[in-house]
């Protein structure tokens, strides 16, 4: 029995050039999603470590965070 990425790779192979050509410019376009999306993240963790670094933001221990959050829930 054939995997479902071998099927997809089977029926894409059947493909005309222009056409398989249009679906690795798809592929690619949703991998660079990821990379846009992990671009952004480290764009915020550089933000909130500058923020940090400033004094704009506190730095809470986790211990009391938690503690913080545990005597919310109560």
Do not use: W, Y
């Not at 940090?52 to 809470?60: G, L, M, N, S």
Request: glycine share 2%; charged share 30%.
């Amino acid at each position: 029995m054939h995997t479902q990425f071998e099927r997809l790779a089977m029926e894409v192979l059947q493909l005309t050039p222009d056409e398989r050509e249009a679906f690795v410019q798809l592929l690619v376009a949703s991998l660079e999603e990821d990379v846009t999306s992990d671009d952004a993240l480290a764009a915020e963790v550089e933000r909130r470590n500058a923020d940090v670094e400033c004094a704009v933001t506190q730095v809470i221990p986790m211990h009391e965070a938690l503690a913080s959050v545990r005597a919310g829930l109560k």
